[in-house]
Every structure is written in C-alpha cells, then in structure tokens.
C-alpha cells in the first residue's frame, strides 16, 4: 500500500498513554531477566524509566526515542533470546509514546511484542512448554483495557512471521480483536 493511500487516524496523548502503561506492564518483569545478563548495561532500565514518565503524565520528547533505540541496540548485543527479548520488549515501551497513527500491521507490533516477548520467555523459562506461553498471553489480554483494545483495532491484524513471538503475538492480536467483538 503506497504511503498517500495509508488510512490515517487520531491517536490522543491519553490513548498513548494507555499503549504504554500496558507494554510497560509487559516489559517491566523482564528487565531481571536482561540485567542478569548484562548487570552492566543500563539502557533497558532507562527505556522503561522513560516509558513509565510518559504514561504517568510527561510530554513525549527526543528522549524516549533515544531510550528506545538504546534498549533496541542492547537488545542487539545481548548473549541469549530470554535477554534479547527482555531489553526488546524495554524498548518497545518508551517507543510507545510515537506510535504512528497509521494503519500498517507493523504497528500492532507496537503495541502486542512485549506481550509476546513475555511469553516466549515464560516458554523459554519452562522448558520451552507452550501452556506457558499461552498462560502469560492470556494474562496480557486480561489486562488489556478496552481503550487498548480500541486502539488496536484501528489497525489491521498483526502480521504472521516465522519466529515463536511472532505466532504469540498474533494469538494475542486475536484474542483481543475477538473480545471487542
């Protein structure tokens, strides 16, 4: 789809707000994860910093894209999965605050990775047992708020991929979209 034909659409300040409180609720657990790690590194910690001044209130500014990019190179140069997606899922909650009005499935990865991030690191956690995977994406859709759920349906579904994170996300996805129903 050519970028003059993408539906564009509001996004309010407290509509962002309500994205990332809830990848900050995901993202959140997983930072033990990733300082296990890397003890050193603390660019995952201030990306949720940032994420969780944005959703209680601050104007969003260059800082939290800055303080997602970081966590998203340290994501990058972290030694396991369990650790990649913990300072993944950091970076996705101060990207929170940009989300782009436009409906492109990419989008919902936005919104739903660090969800899905969760989970595939409960199966990891488990022995790589789906249950708990499926446990952890059924508790991000109880917690989703029906202000998140409206937000997520001005998008369009999340795409399929190839990796576990990726089908994760796409449960969740679904799930949600069937609950507004």
Known sequence: ?????????????????????????????????????????????????????????????????????DAHRAAAAA????????????????????????????????????SANAARIAELASGDDPLAGQAAVDAAAARATPVLVDVLRRYPAAPPGRSRVAELMVVLDAALRERAR
């Open 79 to 114: 030694p396991s999965e369990p650790a990649r997606l913990a300072a993944q899922a950091a970076g996705d909650a101060a990207s929170a605050a940009y989300l782009h009005p436009i409906a492109r499935a990419h989008q919902v990865g936005h919104i739903l990775r660090a």
């Open 1 to 69: 789809m050519a970028p003059d034909r993408d539906l564009r659409f509001e996004l309010t300040p407290g509509e962002l707000r309500e994205v990332a409180r809830f990848v900050l609720a995901s993202a959140e657990p997983l930072l033990p994860v990733f300082e296990d790690a890397c003890p050193e590194d603390p660019r995952p910690r201030a990306a949720l910093d940032a994420a969780r001044v944005f959703a209680d209130g601050a104007p969003r500014g260059r800082h939290h894209r800055v303080a997602s990019m």
